[in-house]
């Protein structure tokens, strides 16, 4: 298997897991606002206490706007990770087709003969004959090359 191909195989695993934690994160915001709501239902039909309870509802009050606060940055800082999880799917796509691509070029690029296929040659040579009288000629060689660096 190429390398390209386990890395390829290595983000499809990746984006698995974060298909399943996308899942998971978009089931706990929506509980999480389900039970928000019923929450501030709850603070929002208490009936409005006396002027002079001021300095003991006061704290109460500040503590409830603090948490919707809390409540709105968490629900925007998810919507900003939500926004980011499909910025990084789109390049992951991208990636894949780059590698892809990459991939079908690498295996269609030439490739080296075999040092175990021989050479045929046709030329010229000039040698000493079987007889040992010396004789040029046209001739078809076999030849296997060696390389020794």
Known sequence: MV???VALAAADSLVDRA?????LA????????????????????LPAPPV????YTAPRDRVIMAMEERHENITAAFERQREAAVLLRAAEAEAHRAADSLVAVLDSRPRPLSPLI?????????????????CVGI???VQWKVRLF
Do not use: K
């Open 19 to 23: 298909t399943e934690l996308e899942g």
């Open 139 to 141: 001739g078809v060689g």
């Open 118 to 134: 021989p050479e045929i040659g046709v030329g010229a040579f000039a040698g000493f004959c079987s007889t040992g009288q010396p």
């Open 3 to 5: 390398r390209a191909d």
């Open 26 to 45: 978009t089931s706990l915001a929506f509980e999480a606002e389900r039970r928000d709501t019923v929450i501030i239902r709850m603070v929002e039909e």
């Open 52 to 55: 002079d309870c001021e300095p």
